[in-house]
């Protein structure tokens, strides 16, 4: 029996189990697509609790699982009878259910066929409407086995896919066809219809051409006549056999499975392909092995869904490892198979990359002239001048050696060339990566190969390690950004087509890994020159900007990760330096609720609120029209440390700035407040107070973060 998942769903079972029993259902189909079992498995799962508690049922514990050619739910110890509780319809209207002789009408009749009632249950109810008939049902309990078949029935239907089909003429569509129904209650039969198929007591074993019948008497029965066939339905159990087959092949080889069949998805989609894993080791002729590594796997991978072997030091050996659903009866048969039709693609694949290399770097990256970027932003070529140009700016953000700058510019002018080769279009998950691989082989620095490499990372886990790698990243995910916005194409909560959500969380996630100034105000200022489809889109920018700024909401944050108010606290702050920005956000996070974090945003809210009902922008601070002696304390307190926090907020000294600015005013803030009146008659002497409080508060908010918006200001419930 399978493992119990840890997300199935308890509840609570109301008296006495003893005629409670399991249920069994399966839907059985032909070859399911692998991307599609995990979300189906799900469904099953999450469509099949809210369905049976919408009917009220009570059971122990509800789980799904899947293979390619089925669908199962189990429901243990589900209760056999149920209470339905009493209840009110409202139905039509007085004057509507019955006639003036008081006898019921079509309408009153036809609403409870509809609901199941009679007229002794109706009763008349008084509403702001009028009188209406009511239908009062009472509790009943209600036979679980009686409202099985017409459940399962809409569970089946509530499994939804991304493509669905029909297969004969019945309305009904699937994935694939459906070829049987196993459902059991018991020992009971559950009457259960798709389409002209009904369920019955049997499933089936095997291959596709012939299955085996097998009968199944019990739910309980139903996994161990599973298991002696070598089939492990629950996927976990299957990836963990599967990966157990691979380990156990590499090492008679004297080798280990690369590890990017698990950090690139293989073992996941050969979970979802197989319900009956059996491995086996295929050969490789030695040729191909002076292919690149990602070439190799990618060959393996795409065509054959093999997984590598390697020695313990990573270098590939001649071997593969194939896993089949079930052992066939000729396996050498298969396994040569597997050999002539792999061999034969990295034949191919080794004449691409002979072909490729034949020709320069440099005469790619003019043919990617004819690949379009987009239809009003120009084509790749353009898109690589647009780079080289704008990586000047980051060189100058970043302080970059003159090496650094020409090695980065270089990158840039090649960093789309790989397009073009005939690798990437077979293969166009290697595009960068054999970027990379062109650019060393014709004799580019280690630098420039590296950089171009890694421009499109972060992807599935992995990031750009170099510096100048992390910098053309930047680079093309901005281009990409402004681009579409320029060009008025935008994201939204549900519509991404192009992947501009992960471009902007790219360069958040990158950026964090320079810790260098990123001033994106600057990099708009140096690319809009650059593209002529975005003149005057001032607008534009500054929504992207927006945009990426709103991704810190979900920037995967060291711990401590910095709080929503922390972070809307920043961003209400003027300034374009993304880095900046995230520097501010961690100092404040780490002083947590300390008090000089208190005492600092309670100077920001108290000068803030006494602003928000200015009529007019504050002057400067006149010093002789300072009266009392609360406001020039307070002035004295402003010119005393007004150059030291500007200091320390220049340094990055955040927490420091933050712990000065509220030790230097919250006292003599109060005590103003306590006695001086703001918002006096002359109008003079009251924009100078206004004009003070305007410098208090923007010594800190133009800097680092409008502490006003802080929780922490926020009244404790029950407290005063």
Known sequence: MPSRNPKARRAPRRGSTARAADLLFEIGTEELPAAYLPDAVEQLRREGERLFQEAGLRCAAMEAFGTPR?????????????????????????QAAFTPEGEPTAALKGFLRSRGGTVPQVKLTQTDKGEYVYLVKPTQQRQTAAVLPKL????????????????????????????????????????VSAGRLRSGRTTLIGGPIRPRKTAIAMPGRFWSALAKQGIVLDERRRRRRIEELVATAAAQHRGMPAPEATTHGLLEEITNLVERPVAFVGHVDPKYLALPRE????????YQRVVAIQTRAGTLLPQFIGVLDGAPKKLHAVQRMYEHILNARLQDSLLFWEQDRARSLATMSQEAAGVTFHEKAGTM????????????????????????????????????????????????TLQGIMGKHYAAAGGASAAVAEAIGEHYLPLAGAAPQTLLGRALAILDKYDTLASYFAVGIEPTGDQDPFGLRRAAQGIVEVAWLVRRP???AQLFTDWQPLAPFAQGKAAAAERMHRYIFERLSTFAWPHPTPRRDVIAAVLASPGQDLVNA????????????????????????????????????????????????????????????????????????????????????????????????????????????????HAIKVLYTERVADLSQLELLQPTPGKD
């Not at 089925?70 to 007085?94: D, F, M």
């Not at 070439?295 to 795409?302: D, I, N, R």
């Not at 907020?649 to 420091?656: D, H, K, N, P, V």
């Open 582 to 693: 995230m520097e501010r956000m961690v100092a404040l996070q780490a002083l947590g609720q300390k008090p000089e974090l208190v005492q600092a945003a309670k100077v920001v809210e108290r000068t803030h609120n006494i602003l928000k009902s200015a009529k007019t922008q504050p002057s400067s601070v006149n010093p002789s029209l300072l009266q009392e002696s609360p406001e020039r304390a307070l002035w004295e307190r402003y010119e005393t440390h007004k150059d030291r926090i500007t200091q320390l907020i220049g340094a990055g000294s955040y927490a420091e700035a933050t712990t000065l600015y509220g030790q230097a005013f919250f006292e003599p803030l109060h005590d103003f407040f306590d006695r001086v009146m703001v918002n006096v008659p002359d109008g003079a002497l009251q924009q100078n107070r206004l004009a003070l409080m």
């Open 295 to 302: 070439v190799l796997l990618a060959s393996m991978g795409k």
């Open 152 to 191: 399962l029935e809409q569970l089946l239907g509530r499994v939804r896919f991304p493509k669905t089909m029909r297969w004969d003429d019945s309305a009904l569509r699937f994935a694939r066809p459906i070829r049987w129904l196993l459902a059991l209650y018991g020992a009971r039969l559950v009457p």
């Open 518 to 520: 990123l001033s994106l």
């Open 381 to 428: 070529a353009q898109k690589q001048e647009r780079l080289a140009k704008l990586s000047g700016t980051l060189a100058r953000l970043w302080s970059l050696s003159p090496q650094e700058t020409d090695d980065l510019r270089q990158a840039c002018q090649w960093s789309k060339a790989d397009l073009v080769s005939t690798m990437v279009k077979e293969f166009p």
């Open 70 to 94: 089925r669908l199962v739910l189990r429901i243990n110890q589900l209760e056999a009878t149920h209470t339905l509780p009493a209840e009110e319809i409202r139905g039509p209207s007085k």
